[in-house]
Nanobody, 126 residues
Framework: DVQLQASGGGLVQAGGSLTLSCAAS????????IGWFRQAPGKEREILSC????????IYAYSVKGRFTVSSDSAKNTVYLQMNSLKPEDTAVYYC???????????????????WGQGTQVTVSS
């Protein structure tokens, strides 16, 4: 049974940093994609990044490129989202998700992900 557990959210001042973690268990695919998403109140879900296991590359949304960085620790089966220079508009519930096929990164949509973490709240104060 695949499970994703996102953690690390909290309250941070504008300009600050926060690192989210996504711990995965039960995932057996060797070609997979890991995505980070967020959803703010009253807004649609936004994809932030997608990391492909095929080549280890990560693509980022324009809104976070240069500020957010994805990394991973394979020994811990954990993917991290390092968020720097946070802005009040980054306030949202953040989710990690996994897909069985790394080609999902080319679709750049949450519709193709098979598993979702429970979400972690990030609040950025001005």
């Amino acid at each position: 049974d695949v499970q994703l557990q996102a953690s690390g959210g909290g309250l941070v001042q504008a300009g600050g940093s926060l690192t989210l973690s996504c711990a995965a268990s039960g995932f057996t695919s060797d070609r997979y994609a890991i995505g980070w998403f967020r959803q703010a109140p009253g807004k649609e879900r936004e994809i932030l990044s997608c990391t492909s296991s095929s080549d280890g590359s990560t693509i980022y949304a324009y809104s976070v490129k240069g500020r957010f960085t994805v990394s991973s620790d394979s020994a811990k089966n954990t993917v991290y989202l390092q968020m720097n220079s946070l802005k009040p508009e980054d306030t949202a519930v953040y989710y990690c998700a996994a897909a069985h096929d790394s080609i999902v990164c080319t679709y750049y949509s949450g519709d193709y992900y098979n598993y979702w973490g429970q979400g972690t709240q990030v609040t950025v104060s001005s």
